[in-house]
């Protein structure tokens, strides 16, 4: 499967630090919640398809799904780059901003968006 992007934009990272093996217009999902409410990204999906998922906590069934670029999202928090190298099939969680990732493979059922 092609990697999915979005339209090209530019983003402002100084030579060298962007962290990932993709383009910054990588596309990636996350929620309107967490966007809207401007909610630190604690738990990241890395799909077996190799798309990137971002959301606060559990998904809510209200929630609207969003595509985003991952150079967006790592804009918005730079801690996300240190998972990097996790992959495809893994996902990562932390407790709060300040709190380590804890990362694992997990099983997709379809309840990720």
């Known amino acids: 499967m092609p990697m999915r992007e979005v339209e090209s934009h530019s983003h402002s990272f100084l030579p060298g630090t962007w962290p990932f093996k ?3 217009t990588a596309a990636g999902f996350t929620t309107d919640r967490l966007l809207k409410e401007n909610l630190p990204i604690l738990r990241v ?4 398809d190799g798309d990137w998922q971002f959301f606060n ?3 809510a069934d209200d929630d609207e799904c969003k595509l985003v670029c991952l150079g967006c999202m790592y804009t918005r928090d730079s801690t996300i780059g240190i998972l ?4 495809c099939g893994w996902f990562a969680s932390r407790e709060s901003i300040d709190s380590s990732w804890e990362c694992e493979p997990y099983e997709e059922d379809g309840s990720e968006i």
């Open 22 to 24: 993709v383009p910054t």
């Open 45 to 48: 999906f890395h799909s077996s």
């Open 57 to 59: 906590g559990d998904i």
């Open 84 to 87: 990097s190298s996790l992959p």
